[in-house]
């Protein structure tokens, strides 16, 4: 028996049975428009992060951090993530570009309007990297040097500007208050009229074999410079300011690791406000503290190291070679596309949850093939007869009844991926309009790419031929004496 | 018509029991028939006389209880269920007194399925079949389902059916007993140029008078054995 021979058998009986067939096509319809509408969420949410990544060029972006300093215990020492390591970096097979994370807290004054934020020095090459070069509006900046600021659609609103067009080619006044350590340490020698030689003077040196004695006296004196220092660096402050043109508006991004500030200022334009000191932002503080950068060491020729730097990557070179490579030169990594590797395990595990679900809708569905072939058995025991008298072998009906399950299984599988595309389609539509409402960026919550088509149809008519076995089964054992009787 | 004077279908003390809720019922019993090529013999007897059970076990439809079925020497119980079903589907055709036609299928579509299971091509099916139906007086019959003809024309599609293969051995179940007399005439009457065409024939009926007119030989069935005539032919068969 062919193909299209028992396709026309089939056909005929589902046919026949018209309600029936109709009701059981149905129960693998929605059970499938809900495998397809769950899975499809994931998809489209897969997809949307790819999209993102591929936008902003992160499966080519690499960060490269400096190892943690030791904990006292441990004395290797790390290198630093300073000039030379950059230029090193840059000489590696598949490196197209490497800049730092260089970041510090500014002012921005529009008319009256002043607000703090972040900023963020970039090369005019790597404002050109697809990680930076998406401007909404206006363009990049010229040149390095050039007196110009990208601003972030964020900061455009908290100037109170309604329409980011308008911003472009305005001028905003950017400025930081600089603390300078020098001024510390001068405090620290001599503060309020006293010398650190007239409290060094104070000290009972016969005493300090006594440890509560000695105790209390480093506590004072750790204190006392303390106090001293800050009371010079936050004191003498300096205001640094330069006039900037607005070239372009950018969108907010933020996700997990990636760093990109709202304001963005051409790198030696940004030295001004970057060589002279601190803010008073106590982050700022606390993480040179921490990265051993705050004062500087007298044979650091440039004096500075980073806590971040970026690697921009040739797509065609494996990012594993240039990560094991780093590491190897003693340094800490983050790649974005192994990142994605990890977010991809996860929506594999998320879809295989999402699945299970549907799947439980589809064996439901299934029990209801089981109960209609069932049926068909007896309503066709002599027609089965009929079949096994001409010739049908055991195999041939079994195979029949399993073509039968399966083209409920086809029809309603087809059937459902439309019905659970069309609801993915009005739940985002829907969706879309509040998002739009709400000011959210247009994305769409669900995708069915053919990988989702192809397991939806290989599953719905997978479970509706699993479910014909029995009654196939069944089917081909019928006697066709008993079949055939004339009673 | 040439007759070899081997035997061609030979069943052997063939016993035939089913069970009956807890009773066992012997439709046949120790019954023994052979069959040469050509001949045309019909199996008379009242209901329940094991009749249809010889006809169901000579087919290859039913499996004995003892005893041996053998065509053209191979003991069909020696054979796999495919090859038994092969034997149906090529060697053997059946007609039944209810036609037992496929109700959804058109009367085109009832014979064709008879060359399903043989390896025929679906060119040549439909071919075969739409000659076979022109044959029988139904080409205009053809796109008819069962529930749109005649007993009768239903009937001249189960023998369509029945034929269409070029079988070997005719089996036909009280074909004429859902008949008027004009149809049932003419059924035979088929049968009988079959027989002329040199088909084996085996028919079983309750109409002796159709037997008689022609059969070459009947045997007599009661109470699941061979009341009169038997196997051989010229060896105690009826006189007709």
Known sequence: ?487 | MEMKSTSWLKARNLSRSYRRGSSEVRALDDVSVSVERGEYISIVGSSGSGKTTLLNLLSGLDSPTSGTVEFQGTALQLMTKRELALYRAKKVGMVFQSFNLIPQFTALQNVEIALYFNGTNAKERRRQSQAILEQLGLSDRVTHKPADLSGGEQQRVALARAIVKKPEILFADEPTGNLDYENAQQIASLINNLNKENYTIILVTHNIELAKKNSNRIIKMQYGKIAEGDGAKGEGSMQI
């Open chain 1, 1 to 487: 028996m062919t193909v299209p021979d028992m396709l026309r058998i089939s056909l005929g009986n589902m046919w026949r049975m018209k309600l029936r067939a109709s009701l059981t096509v149905a129960g693998v319809t929605i059970a499938i428009a809900a495998f397809v509408s769950m899975i499809s969420f994931g998809a489209g949410n897969q997809q949307n992060i790819e999209r993102q990544y591929n936008d902003l060029g992160l499966f080519t972006t690499m960060y490269v951090y400096p190892k943690d300093k030791s904990n006292g215990v441990d004395t290797i020492v790390h290198p630093k993530l300073d000039k030379q390591a950059l230029t090193r970096f840059a000489k590696i097979s598949g490196v197209n570009l490497v800049y730092p994370y260089d970041a510090f807290s500014i002012k921005i004054k529009f008319g009256d309007s002043i607000i703090t934020s972040r900023a963020q020095s970039i090369s005019s090459e790597a404002i050109q990297t697809k990680l930076y070069s998406r401007i909404n509006t206006g363009k990049t900046f010229d040149s390095d040097s050039s007196k110009q600021i990208i601003i972030s659609s964020e900061v455009v609103k908290q100037l109170g500007i309604a329409v980011p067009d308008s911003v472009i080619g305005k001028k905003v006044i950017a400025y930081v208050h600089v603390s300078q350590i020098d001024s510390g340490l001068a405090h620290i020698l001599v503060d309020k009229g006293e010398s650190l030689l007239d409290r060094i003077k104070k000290i009972h040196f016969d005493s300090l074999l006594n440890s509560r004695y000695r105790a209390k006296v480093i506590r004072s004196e750790v204190n006392s410079v303390i106090r001293r220092f800050l009371n010079g660096f936050m004191n003498a402050q300096e205001k640094l300011t330069d006039t900037l043109v607005v070239c372009g508006v950018r969108d907010v991004v933020r996700s997990g690791r990636m760093k990109i500030e709202p304001v963005i200022i051409p790198i030696a334009t940004a030295e001004r406000f970057r060589s002279n000191g601190f803010s008073q932002n106590p982050v700022e503080i606390f993480s040179a503290m921490s990265s051993g950068t705050f004062l500087k060491e007298s044979d650091d020729i440039n004096g500075f190291s980073y806590s971040q730097v970026t690697l921009d990557l040739d797509s065609h070179t494996p990012y594993q070679s240039i990560k094991d490579t780093i590491e190897h030169l003693g340094y800490k990594t983050f790649s974005f596309a192994e990142q994605f590797k990890e977010i991809q395990k996860f929506f594999f595990y998320f879809d295989i949850g999402l699945g299970i679900i549907g799947l439980i809708a589809l064996i439901t569905a299934s029990l209801g093939i089981v109960n209609t072939m069932v049926m068909s058995i007896i309503e066709r025991k002599r027609e089965i007869g009929i079949l096994k008298s001409l010739g049908a072998y055991e195999r041939d009906i079994g195979i029949l009844f399993l073509f039968e399950s399966g083209m409920i299984g086809l029809i309603g599988t087809t059937l459902g991926i439309f019905v659970g595309w069309t609801i993915t389609r009005i739940i985002s539509m829907v969706a879309q309009s509040y998002m739009r409402d709400q000011g959210i960026p247009d994305m769409q919550l669900f995708a069915l790419p053919v990988w989702l088509i192809l397991i939806s149809l290989a599953v719905g008519i997978g479970v509706s031929v699993l479910a014909g076995f029995y009654p196939a089964a069944r089917a081909s054992r019928i006697d066709p004496v008993e079949a055939l009787r004339n009673d």
